[in-house]
């Protein structure tokens, strides 16, 4: 086998992507690179003409085989950025989508002061993704994670340290409120809302990878809204915010969930395409 240069691994890999039809070949060929080699960024601009070493060389080629049978990057560096900060993921989490960020935006805006002190609950905590990014912007917040998922709860715990709000928070198993008591001033989830019927029809990369736990909303995708808007009267203070991710086409029945049980819609948030994402909702 040759010795390559990290530049002409580089170029290599993104003309192996592009040959079999990765839209995004440049982009998976760069973070495939970075994290086989473990350098960052700058270090292929500076030093573009070290060899790789044999080692490299083998974790890359296992990187490509991988991507080429369609595993996404992430998967395969074991990491994705969130809100400017990195989550680490495991087979057990989700990875974090770029509109989730949306849930993250709309919380802040409609919170009337970030410095106060405040407690939250996220249901369907992940990867930790919108309680830790939370924790982050909220300097006196603490906050539960609450998951179905053991090995989700023990990355969320992972990621919530790594990203320095650890002591801040907490994390639970639990069938969505379940196992919880108490009342919050907010509550956020990113529940699984694909109807079960359209899930093997979802891309391969989703289908395949993302677990199953984390997509299947029940026979019309709305389940998890149900229980979750049913229990936020219990669980929010008066004047209490929820805030939830939705389907690009769910908007309509959430306002429907939200008047059946008794919850005032505050914004209906859209995500960077223009669709509908986050809806937050005011318990009166
Ligand atoms: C769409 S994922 C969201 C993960 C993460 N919050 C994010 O935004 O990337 C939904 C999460 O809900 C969890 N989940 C599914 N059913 C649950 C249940 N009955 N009780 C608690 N969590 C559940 C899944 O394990 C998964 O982590």
């Not at 601009?45 to 990057?73: K, M, S, W, Y």
């Amino acid at each position: 086998m040759s010795i390559l240069t990290r530049a002409q691994a580089l170029r290599n890999l993104r003309q192996t992507l592009m040959e079999a039809g990765f839209e995004t070949a440049a982009i998976d060929a760069r973070l495939l690179v970075l994290s086989a080699l473990d350098i960052p960024a700058t270090a292929l601009i500076t030093n573009p003409d070290i060899p790789l070493t044999p080692a490299e060389a083998e974790l890359l080629a296992a990187f490509t085989r991988r991507r080429l049978a369609h595993e996404p990057v992430a998967r395969i560096v074991g990491e994705r950025e969130f809100w400017g900060l990195p989550f680490a993921l495991s087979a057990e989490t989700l990875v974090p989508r770029p509109d989730t960020e949306t849930v993250v935006e709309t919380v802040l805006e409609l919170l009337p002061d970030r410095q106060a002190p405040l407690l939250m609950a996220d249901f369907g905590t992940g990867s930790g993704c919108i309680l830790v990014a939370l924790l982050h912007e909220l300097p006196q917040a603490t906050g539960l994670g609450v998951d179905l998922s053991p090995g989700a709860l023990e990355t969320a715990r992972r990621n919530a340290w790594a990203n320095g709000v650890g002591d801040r928070s907490l994390f639970a198993l639990s069938h969505w409120a379940d196992a919880v008591t108490g009342q919050f001033d907010l509550i956020v989830s990113n529940p699984p809302y694909i109807a079960s019927p359209v899930i093997p029809t979802l891309d391969r990369e989703v289908r395949e990878h993302d677990p199953l736990l984390a997509l299947d909303g029940g026979p019309d995708g709305l389940e998890p809204y149900r229980i979750l808007l049913d229990e936020a009267r219990r669980l929010l203070v008066p004047g209490g915010l929820l805030a939830v991710e939705i389907g690009y086409d769910q908007a309509e029945e959430l306002k429907t969930l939200a008047a059946e049980k008794g919850l005032e819609i505050v914004e209906i948030a859209h995500d960077l395409s223009g669709n509908p994402r986050c809806v937050a909702m005011r318990r009166p």
